[in-house]
């Protein structure tokens, strides 16, 4: 027997010897008081109840980090006079509608407990699942007896927005967020979650669920005893839906002379296909680092580890803006309840309602842009957009929404900065010169995956840009080839590409708004809009709306435009910033009206549409121009949606129908003007020559052949030109000549020899 003397709550042993021989788990709960100045009479407290249950590896306490979450659950109000907490109002609506996805803003977490927002981003891996518990059971309590089903925790909103570069081995195992645009979406691949083993002598089963990434395979049977008998059932095996994501850094955070880098993603199961190639992205997960196995035969690893960020949350950085379909029904787009989704609704009505909502929205686009009304009321109506038509039963084709913008005119006009104003708008799209794109870099490329080393297809700018608006500077200073691509894109829509055994077309949903500088760099008011900009006609007649942007000196405008630009030096501007809507009012706007408002033509609208478009094309007596064409009536359609979409109303009236007249009429009346004879032709933007034009050049060829029939066998063209002049009574270019002298050559008539002085020689039939 241990001699041992008990005393009440003391105990004491006679000797160490006795301490060695008692089992490991009684010196674990006994402690006893050593030195010689410890107090005989303190007893001796039982080390389980000062033991703590930890988290592995952390200083996390499970049962103090539940309660606390808990607290915060059941506590937290984002407003005082909130009669129900914030999260328990959520987990309600979550009960109601059957979602299994909370939200989590770990700005509320660092404003109540900063120690727990800590915890959560130092070891999220390991705390994640114990808030998961928390909210389920929170979630039980509440169901009376509804059914609950597995509910998944998104934290967002860090206090620190991680630039990609920054990224270092500090933050691997951490909770981090990153910003940037997504370049491309893998496929869906499946992840073994749990594997199912069979044993071949004995057929035993059993089961094996992943832990750390590693799911182990039994060694030995349990029933037979056999040694590494198993074989893995797949399909008993349980998968989670994978998702590769390849992000890039945004413009504005690449610094000076460097190329934007990519960090790779991977989503799983709810979060896989929510975001797709061109959205731009606020990421919130756990970086991770990954070994790499040189070779699949062997076991060893590289000293260079792939890093790769697993998301627990995608936020778009303007969530539900311009054509943003990624969220589905049930999802809520920008993590506010459904009562404060509705009060902001209700604000965006009413402020539809408002009668002078159009013109408002005018002063408010661009202020530091002067002036130029007209232009921001066509670029407004395209950020509006026409209503989605789609017929399946009158076997019509699929419509196009979309308003296509030209912007052209001598430099200095603040074009550009029309253009990036658009561009910071707009969530989807890109900002591209025409000089720095190639037609892969506008359409898509065909490249090596890196991981894979398969040949996957990288989407372009206009693929990007889908559902969004794609702004392309110095568009006239694009190669004919690139040119080329955009035909297919303002039209029909698509983009085909057929290169290394892929052949797809990829939808290219997009407007563009393009802005171009003349030939001369000046504008020649002499010239047409063709022979300034040097585009090809058939592009120039998929514009919706051409504006020309001229420079005209003029005293009084020009004091204005001085005392304006001026005023955007000084910081006292809040008497003229007060009557305007934020920009992000704008953007709020513009995304309710595009997802919610779906305007229908009435039968007024209709009647007037005709009337415009027949009294557009009015011909003159003796005259042959043409003034409009039946694209210009389909501009008409799109515009007058637009316009009623900018009031938020459910039918286009014959009040919008005179607005897009007017603004169609302006952009005619400038970019389709004959400079000879001051009418509006058409065939200046369709074919490249006005009326005039091709009657000037029909006389000019009968002139030149009476010449060539009545004088010597060969002249000299600067000799037949002076000629020309003398008896002619309206001006003749040089050009004009070359054209009729190669068109004679080509029906055989005359015969040219020499570069630039040609000679013509008359031929004998």
Not at 179 to 206: N, W, Y
Not at 585 to 607: F, G, L, M
Not at 675 to 699: E, K
Request: proline content about 5%.
């Amino acid at each position: 027997q241990r001699p041992a003397k008990m005393d009440e709550d003391k105990v004491h042993f006679s000797d160490e010897d006795d301490v060695q021989d008692m089992p490991a788990y009684s010196q674990n709960e006994v402690e006893r008081p050593t030195g010689e100045t410890d107090n005989p009479l303190l007893p001796v407290v039982p080390v389980m109840a000062q033991m703590k249950t930890v988290i592995w590896g952390t200083s996390v306490e499970i049962s103090e980090a539940s309660s606390k979450f808990k607290q915060f659950i059941m506590r937290f109000k984002k407003d005082i006079s909130d009669e129900i907490p914030y999260y328990i109002g959520l987990l309600e609506e979550m009960l109601e509608t059957e979602q299994t996805v909370l939200n989590l803003n770990c700005q509320h977490l660092w404003d109540n407990d900063v120690v727990l927002y800590t915890q959560l981003v130092q070891y999220p891996a390991e705390v994640l699942p114990v808030f998961e518990i928390c909210l389920i059971e929170l979630a039980q309590e509440m169901a009376d007896g509804r059914h609950v089903p597995t509910l998944e925790l998104r934290p967002y909103g860090l206090r620190n927005l991680v630039p990609m570069r920054d990224l270092n081995p500090s933050d691997i195992d951490k909770l981090i967020t990153i910003q940037g645009m997504i370049i491309r979406v893998g496929t869906i691949i499946p992840d073994l979650r749990s594997a199912f083993f069979r044993c071949l002598c004995c057929k035993h089963e059993q089961e094996a669920n992943i832990e750390r990434n590693v799911i182990e395979e039994p060694v030995s049977c349990v029933t037979c005893r056999t040694r590494n008998s198993f074989e893995l059932i797949h399909n008993r095996c349980t998968f989670a839906n994978k998702q590769c994501i390849k992000l890039q850094e945004t413009v504005e955070s690449i610094p000076e002379g460097e190329t934007p880098q990519t960090v790779s993603l991977i989503a799983f199961e709810s979060l896989v296909d929510y975001s797709h190639p061109g959205d731009k992205v606020i990421v919130t997960g756990i970086y991770r680092a990954q070994p790499i196995r040189p070779s699949n035969n062997r076991r060893s690893m590289q000293q260079i580890f792939r890093t790769y960020l697993d998301v627990v949350h995608i936020q778009t950085s303007q969530a539900g803006r311009i054509g943003s379909q990624t969220q589905e029904e049930g999802e809520t787009e920008d993590h506010i309840s459904s009562f404060e989704r509705e009060r902001k609704e209700a604000a965006l009505q009413e402020l539809g309602r408002k009668p002078n909502i159009r013109e408002l929205l005018v002063k408010s686009f661009a202020p530091s842009i002067w002036e130029l009304d007209d232009i921001k009321k066509g670029v407004l109506a395209m950020l509006f957009g026409g209503t989605q038509k789609t017929f399946h039963n009158k076997g019509t084709h699929k419509f196009r929404p979309e308003i296509n913008i030209l912007l052209c005119g001598d430099p200095g006009t603040s074009k550009s900065q029309m253009l990036q104003y658009v561009h910071k708008i707009a969530p989807r799209g890109l900002y591209t010169s025409g000089k720095g794109s190639s037609a892969v870099g506008l359409t898509a490329y065909v490249t090596r995956d890196p991981d894979t080393g398969e040949t996957v297809l990288e989407s372009g700018a206009l693929v990007l840009s889908d559902n969004g608006v794609c702004c392309i500077d110095e568009f006239d200073k694009m190669s004919d080839q690139t040119r080329s691509i955009l035909h297919e894109a303002m039209e029909q829509q698509t983009v085909s590409v057929a290169k290394a055994g892929i052949v797809c077309s990829l939808p290219s949903r997009t407007s563009i708004l393009a802005s171009a500088n003349p030939v001369e760099s000046k504008y020649n008011p002499n010239l047409s809009v063709v022979d300034n900009i040097q585009l090809p006609p058939t592009l120039l007649s998929r514009f919706d709306l051409i504006y020309l942007v001229l420079d005209k000196p003029r005293p009084e405008t020009d004091r204005k435009l001085a005392r304006h630009l001026v005023s955007l030096y000084f910081e006292n501007t809040e008497s003229r910033e007060s009557e305007l809507l934020s920009k992000d009012t704008i953007k709020d706007y513009i995304a309710y009206a595009r997802k919610h408002c779906n305007p229908v033509i009435s039968d007024q609208a209709c009647d007037k549409l005709v009337e415009g478009y027949v009294q557009m094309r009015h011909v003159r007596p003796n005259q042959r121009t043409v003034s409009a064409t039946a694209r210009q009536l389909e501009s008409l359609i799109r515009l007058s949606e637009a316009f009623a979409k900018m009031e938020l109303s459910p039918i286009v009236t014959e009040v919008h129908v005179q607005e897009a007249i007017k603004l169609v009429k302006v952009a005619i009346q400038e970019s389709a003007t004959d400079p000879q004879t001051g009418q509006i032709d058409m065939d200046l933007i369709t074919t490249g020559r006005s009326a005039t034009t091709r009657q000037l050049l029909t006389s000019m060829k009968k002139a030149v052949q009476d010449l060539i029939h009545s004088g010597p066998s060969s002249v000299k063209t600067s000799d037949l030109f002076v000629l020309l002049q003398e008896q002619s009574s309206v001006n003749i270019q040089r050009e004009q000549l070359d054209t009729v002298l190669d068109t004679l050559a080509e029906e055989g008539v005359i015969a040219l020899s020499g570069l630039r002085n040609r000679t013509i020689s008359k031929l004998v039939s």
